[in-house]
């Protein structure tokens, strides 16, 4: 496979200047002319012979064949398969000595290949992003697991290729691995318009920074008349959301410092406030089809109230590590 076939594999982010290059619109357009023109003149010259059976001359058939080979230039990098099959065909006719060919048959074959490739180019769909949104889509290429770091690549298009700039903060991608999937999904349709998808999988990403948070104020959940516990992964918002909001309260309680205790409460108390919005806001509505549309802009707000919600999370704590039940000493933000 060419570099250039590697760069337009469906799913990849494609410039308009990637587009040119690769698509070589100045040959395309060439080609596209050319065959037109000598099947309109092939087609006047076998109305002009009045039959069938007029040949066509030796130096017209190499005219003919060097514009057939510029469209199947276009039709290799493209992998117009049914189009480069048909100029095959036709070259190998123009080349027979054991039958000559006509005005007429030549007329149809070159008409029959221009409309080959204008329905087979016409099924090569671009999807045109807004440019302020391009930075949300990040291509299949690198995959949906987080970056490693000196990680060596079998691709070899994304081995010499800048990775992209990180879709959230580097130290929230480290800090909660499980959330990278639903981050480039969610960049991806906010990128493409898709707002409620990019709303339900931004709620994916903030699922997984409330049971970390209620996992580090070792909250537990129960139902029912028995109160059974409820493992994390099953229970609903609310119920984490009350816990830790019963939690933060005890912190006033803590044997510390005032500092301490200030530091904690304000950290707690900013978690809660953002995870209970998204709750109420998005959340509710976006798990149940209750026919909400979301607005671009409300779109690209969320992924900004998301982006620093898990940021500050990470501050203190990841999936793998939490903080004291009871703060030692304030904590020194982290750049």
């Not at 996992?215 to 109160?227: A, Y």
């Not at 609310?238 to 933060?248: N, T, V």
């Not at 200030?262 to 089809?289: G, L, M």
Request: aromatic share 10%.
């Amino acid at each position: 496979m060419s570099s250039a076939q590697r760069r337009f594999a469906p799913g990849g982010l494609w410039s308009l200047w990637d587009i040119m290059k690769a698509f070589n619109a100045a040959l395309l357009g060439h080609a596209f002319s050319s065959l037109a023109t000598y099947a309109q003149q092939e087609g006047t010259s076998g109305v002009m012979a009045g039959n069938n059976i007029r040949a066509v001359s030796r130096e017209r058939l190499e005219e003919v064949s060097l514009s057939l080979a510029a469209a199947k230039v276009i039709a290799t990098v493209l992998e117009l398969t049914e189009t480069r099959g048909a100029m095959e065909r036709l070259a190998r006719d123009m080349q027979s000595t054991a039958e000559p060919m006509t005005h007429v048959t030549l007329h149809y074959a070159l008409a029959h290949i221009s409309e080959l490739m204008k329905n087979e180019l016409d099924k090569r769909k671009v999807f045109a992003l807004d440019p302020e949104k391009s930075k949300y889509y990040q291509s299949d290429i690198y995959g949906v697991y987080p970056p490693l770091p000196g990680a060596i690549h079998d691709n070899a298009l994304l081995s010499v290729t800048k990775p992209p700039p990180p879709l959230f903060s580097e130290r929230a991608v480290k800090a909660f691995p499980s959330a990278y999937m639903d981050i480039v999904e969610a960049g991806r349709c906010l990128a493409l318009n898709r707002n409620n998808a990019a709303i339900y999988h931004l709620m994916q990403v903030a699922e997984i920074g409330l049971r970390t948070l209620a996992w580090d104020r070792r909250i537990t959940v129960t139902r029912g008349k028995k109160q059974a516990e409820v493992p994390l992964d099953y229970a609903q918002w609310g119920e984490m959301i009350g816990q830790i909001q019963k939690k933060k309260e005890l912190i006033h309680q803590w044997p510390r410092s005032k500092s301490v205790k200030e530091e904690a409460y304000r950290y707690y108390t900013r978690a809660v406030f953002e995870v209970d919005s998204f709750n109420e806001v998005f959340q509710k509505h976006i798990s149940h089809a209750r026919g909400e549309v979301y607005e671009p802009d409300v779109a690209i707000s969320c992924w900004g109230h998301v982006y620093r919600f898990m940021d500050m999370l990470a501050e203190h704590m990841s999936e793998t590590s939490r903080t004291s039940n009871v703060w030692n000493k304030p904590k020194k933000a982290k750049a």
